[in-house]
Nanobody
Framework: VQLQASGGGLVQAGGSLRLSCTASGRTFSRNAMAWFRQAPGKEREFVAAISASGGSTKYADSVKGRFTISRDSAAIPVYLQMNSLRPEDTAVYYC?????????????????WGQGTLVTVSS
């Protein structure tokens, strides 16, 4: 099973990007999914999560009101729409899946990870 994150790039502050997470081998229709990020020299941190049904979401306080996580009715892809980007959003963004339908913010509760996509926000 392989998760693949894409959509990163270079954007100016105030701009937008949409990240996508796709998978091969399974649909993850019964799995909660999440986005995490890791900035240079910092620990990986939670960004957003969505339940298996798509009916429940969680966000880090730092991205609330700016980022939106969503998923297709087919469960994959999972998207992260990022608006009003700030230089402090610069990081490698990872998508992750867990073997349960409910959302959690703890990275250790996620079982499958993608390779990451780099988001760079210039000031």
């Amino acid at each position: 099973v392989q998760l693949q994150a894409s959509g990163g790039g270079l954007v100016q502050a105030g701009g937008s990007l949409r990240l996508s997470c796709t998978a091969s081998g399974r649909t993850f229709s019964r799995n909660a999914m999440a986005w995490f990020r890791q900035a240079p020299g910092k620990e990986r941190e939670f960004v957003a999560a969505i339940s298996a049904s798509g009916g429940s979401t969680k966000y880090a306080d730092s991205v609330k009101g700016r980022f939106t996580i969503s998923r297709d009715s087919a469960a994959i892809p999972v998207y992260l729409q990022m608006n009003s980007l700030r230089p402090e959003d610069t990081a490698v963004y990872y998508c992750a899946a867990r073997d349960y339908p409910n959302t959690v913010v703890d990275a250790t509760q996620y079982d499958a990870w993608g390779q990451g996509t780099l988001v760079t926000v210039s000031s």
